[in-house]
């Protein structure tokens, strides 16, 4: 439009005006093409931020987090459940290992793979060149190939293709040239500026034709729509929203939350419940060995010291007892948890556990079994031991179980050799030829079930009789209760005929800052639910720690040397905290009454209540509940669906591979950076770098920032559009000159779109905002508020500005100082109003000029270049204005600054139409519970029962709920 504009001009023999136009369209052009590029580039560093990593050996060498970029062909790589392959891996062996190729061949089923070879056939497969061609990608099943995910089982294999060259990387170069999905606020925004665009350009037409039969001449009237039109019409404004979510991904990046894909971004502001996993996320991951017990010595318990993985936190590893006698077969129990275990602790000597220097591989709690072991004085067994067999760990199954054989025939310990030689009762038999014996560990409800036997205190099996299992249970149960993870561990000649070798509690406290973080999200209108798989006791406790449900009492003291109560268990300090042990022996389960209450009562929920429960009556059924206990990721998809009908966004955690399916279902997929399976990050939305809860608090805060303040500047752009319309539709109207030529519209709407609105979208959202209730997904961008404060600023903006024009316009003749003083008018009123649109509801004396250093440095540019284009003699020609005096500054300055009055003043007396988060009287209902169709009143919950009313039971403290109906 410009350059046919400029043409008209050259056409008419006004080469002055024709280059003057083409200088202000290559001002406009490089602009819109810096905006571009910024956008581009923020888009592709959201691709590094989540840089696929993998285990590598290279000179003998086991090389965790290694970068998968960096594998040449040749390199051993080594795989495990919730993987993803880094390359195409010629697989060398593996353990019951399948892998899902869904995205590369399009098959649904994982398909099983293996480290032998291939026999090929030749015929249809043979080649022109007498070569074979290889088999179709679902037929090789000793490659796994890259970007595909493994979902069970482990394996090794060797890299044989990387990048382009892989499969998958034939497919990616393919799809390079297909354009990625815009987010839903996109398509909004560019819906928008096409309303906008075919509202301006109708009006523009009009006010054109008006001014021409008028006899306003024809290229002054043909130039000033166009440059009207490039003004008004906001084709910046899709680059500004893409450029605002992309840095708000950024920065929420530096806080340790990866947003994958920008549609995320706006659906974390809408985030009414927060489903959280306990282990990794609300704790430290970071699990401590606490706790032992065997049925050998019944009435004693065994506690560790120390805390983490680091041995400088302890002060020396020690085993301690409360009656001091020293656990002469635990070690079967240390023994049994190191050999089912598939973490490492690399140059453990003792020299190097004093420098620190120990390099730790595997799942925390694996690690934290091995570290534990460490502390009993155990050795590591594995070493004497081939692995014959494992059955992996898994989600339902809830266990491990691996079979061993001793390197040189014989056990490590008396309990395993006993139990090698186990004989039937119809005489001497060996069950086992060559000694090998199978190690579990897991859940102890399943343990225990299959275990026939127990460890005496010679290492001799005795049978386990129902008043052992009731203690074991019993004992559990009080661990649980504490707040510690539970395993049992157990051994046998085979797995119907298992020995139960002890009881093991790890520690794993919240992490620092997550009671507050799930307060402040409790104020500001999201729920938090935990969701895991462990015990109800040790999920009560921990969400009872985190501040999720209330009525236990902290369980750390404040000073050493006193003793921290939970439920009625004790933890006694020693010198130091770290220096403790867990006191069992006077732990009354029964005067746990909060615990007891939530069996029948409506804050805790199981995985089997779940199944017993219909999905029909399920949505109603889990209002309140706060704490969903031993639960599958079947049960995390059901609740995911169930809240959803219920109007919920939600926004789940998880880090394994079964998670995958919930993580994808959720509004927003929280997958974990750190100990989160590759499955996990790929379907997931968010990726916490640092596996912490209170990162979850910062992205939701950030989400309903980044949309604020889109709001904000959105406001800005209308009200600058809407006033160079008005300002020329009165001019039209009246008969008057144009009060701004085509040079200075075109210099406002590079301020409209260049930095002053750009850095309005980087703006620090006030914490009223940040605390006010999540939006609704379906609210529109552009609100009635908006549109009031837009058209508003805008009429002040036009009378202003209008106001100084017809002032000079005084003698009749429209001269440079005319425009001049008018051009600066306007764009002083558009920088103060810019400065007014840094909040919908803070006034601007209420603002720090000082909190957003990126809008200082555009208001500062703007302010340099409006200068440069008034007093710089080049610029003077071109923008056709005149140097002005300090006194008319002075004027102007005061004039202009009547915006931010109207802003005071709006803010201050008009804000329940003008703001977007007044709601009802009070700003966004600050505080308030949402609680969707259950309503809280008076200390009471109320819902619908699905066919039976509950009765009333007292919980612990006075509180009153309401008992669950068990629907069957």
Not at 107 to 119: F, H, I
Not at 314 to 337: F, H, I, P
Not at 860 to 889: M, N
Request: aromatic share 6%; proline share 4%.
């Amino acid at each position: 439009m410009l350059l046919f504009s400029a043409a008209i001009s050259l056409f008419l023999g006004n080469s002055a005006d024709a280059m003057s136009i083409a200088l202000a369209l290559t001002i406009v052009s490089l602009v819109a093409a810096i905006q571009e590029y910024r956008s581009e580039q923020a888009l592709e560093k959201l691709a590094d931020l989540v840089p696929h990593t993998c285990t590598v050996v290279r000179d003998g060498r086991a090389i965790d987090h290694f970068p998968a970029k960096q594998l040449v062909v040749g390199d051993l790589v080594m795989l495990s459940t919730g993987d993803r392959v880094p390359a195409d891996v010629r697989l060398v062996d593996g353990v019951e290992m399948s892998v899902d190729e869904s995205s590369l061949t399009g098959e649904n089923s994982p398909v099983a793979k293996t480290g032998l070879a291939l026999s090929i056939m030749g015929g249809e497969g043979q080649g022109g060149d007498g070569n074979v061609a290889p088999p179709p990608l679902t037929e090789q099943t000793n490659v796994a190939f890259m970007g595909t995910l493994v979902v069970s089982g482990r394996g090794r294999g060797l890299v044989i293709a990387v990048g382009e060259r892989s499969e998958f990387g034939k497919v990616a170069k393919e799809l390079s040239e297909v354009e990625a999905r815009k987010s839903p606020l996109q398509i909004k925004i560019d819906e928008l500026g096409r309303l906008l665009a075919y509202a301006s350009s109708a009006g523009i037409a009009v006010m054109a034709l008006m001014g021409y039969l008028l006899g306003r001449p024809f290229l002054e009237t043909v130039t000033v729509a166009v440059s009207l039109a490039v003004a008004a019409i906001p084709e910046g404004l899709p680059i500004c929203v893409t450029v605002t979510l992309a840095l708000g991904v950024l920065r929420m990046a530096r806080h340790a939350a990866i947003v994958k894909k920008l549609p995320a971004v706006e659906t974390l502001g809408c985030v009414t419940v927060i489903a959280s996993d306990k282990t990794g996320t609300l704790t430290q991951n970071e699990m401590t060995a606490r706790s032992i017990y065997t049925l050998a010595f019944p009435s004693l318990n065994f506690g560790l010291t120390g805390v983490g993985y680091d041995s400088k936190k302890s002060g020396g590893y020690m085993v301690r007892s409360k009656s001091c006698e020293e656990l002469s077969q635990g070690d079967g129990d240390s023994r049994t948890a190191s050999i089912c275990n598939n973490a490492s602790v690399a140059g453990s000597s003792d020299d190097e556990k004093n420098d620190n220097n120990a390099v730790l591989m595997g799942q925390p709690t694996e690690i934290a079994l091995l570290v534990g072991a460490v502390k009993a004085n155990v050795p590591d067994p594995r070493p004497m031991y081939h692995r014959v067999q494992e059955i992996p760990f898994s989600s339902d199954r809830k266990r491990m179980e691996v079979k061993c054989r001793p390197v040189g025939g014989a056990h490590t310990c008396t309990a395993f050799a006993l139990s090698a030689r186990r004989h039937k009762a119809n005489g001497f038999d060996l069950i086992s030829s060559d000694g090998s014996l199978y190690f579990v560990k897991g859940m102890p409800e399943s343990i225990l079930g299959e275990c026939k036997t127990h460890t005496a205190a010679d290492g001799s099996a005795v049978a386990l009789t129902e008043i052992g299992k009731t203690r074991a249970l019993s004992q559990s149960r009080r661990m649980a209760a504490c707040g510690l993870r539970v395993l049992a561990m157990a051994y046998g000649p085979s797995l119907d005929e298992l020995t139960l070798a002890g009881i093991v509690g790890l520690e794993d406290p919240p992490r620092e800052g997550v009671p507050e973080s799930v307060a402040n999200l409790e104020k500001s209108g999201v729920k938090v639910i935990m969701v895991t798989g462990d015990s109800k006791e040790t999920a009560v406790a921990i969400a009872a720690r985190c501040g999720i449900i209330g009525g236990l009492k902290p369980s750390r003291a404040e000073s050493g040397g006193e003793l921290c109560e939970i439920g009625t268990a004790s933890i006694v300090q020693g010198d130091s905290s770290d220096d403790e042990v867990i006191d069992l022996q006077n732990y009354d389960l029964s005067s746990h009454n909060l615990i007891d209450d939530l069996e029948y009562g409506s804050l805790a929920l199981s995985g089997a209540q779940l199944d017993a429960i219909g999905s029909h009556n399920l949505p109603d059924s889990i209002v309140g509940v706060k704490v969903f206990y031993r639960v599958a990721p079947r049960h995390k998809l059901a609740l995911v669906r169930a809240l959803q009908s219920r109007g919920e966004v939600v926004a789940m955690t998880g880090d394994g591979v079964n998670d995958a399916t919930a993580l994808k279902a959720a509004d927003v997929g929280v997958a974990m950076g750190k100990g989160g399976t590759d499955v996990a990050k790929e379907a997931a939305d968010v990726v916490l770098a640092d596996d912490d809860f209170t990162t979850i608090t910062h992205a939701v805060a950030e989400g309903k920032g980044i949309f604020f303040n889109i709001r904000n500047f959105l406001a800005f752009q209308l009200s600058t559009s809407f006033a160079a319309l008005a300002i020329e539709s009165v001019a039209t109207a009246f008969s008057l000159p144009s009060p701004l030529n085509a040079m200075q519209i075109l210099w406002i709407n590079i301020i409209m779109d260049g930095p002053p609105a750009q850095s309005l979208g980087v703006e620090p959202v006030d914490e009223r905002i940040l605390k006010a209730q999540p939006r609704k997904a379906t609210d529109s961008i552009v609100t009635r508020a908006l549109l009031i404060r837009a058209v508003s600023s805008a009429f002040l903006i036009m009378f202003l500005t209008l106001k100084v024009f017809a002032h000079e316009l005084e003698d009749g003749v429209v001269t440079r100082r005319d425009t001049t003083m008018t051009f600066m008018t306007f764009v002083n009123c558009d920088l103060f109003n810019a400065y007014a649109c840094r909040s919908s509801d803070r006034c601007f004396y209420e603002i720090s000029p000082f909190s957003n250093m990126s809008f200082l440095w555009a208001m500062a540019f703007s302010v340099a270049g409006q200068f440069a284009v008034i007093y710089l003699p080049p610029l003077q020609s071109v923008f056709q204005t005149e140097a002005l005096s300090l006194g008319d500054l002075f004027l102007i300055v005061c004039l202009s600054s009547t915006v931010l009055l109207l802003d005071t003043v709006r803010k201050k007396f008009f804000q329940k139409y003008t703001s977007d988060t007044w709601k009802g009287g009070s700003i966004s209902r600050f505080g308030k519970m949402s609680t969707g169709k259950g309503k809280k009143r008076d200390g009471k919950v109320r819902r619908k029962k699905a066919g039976v009313k509950g009765t009333k039971a007292p919980l612990s403290g006075g509180a009153t709920t309401s008992l669950r109906a068990r629907n069957v």
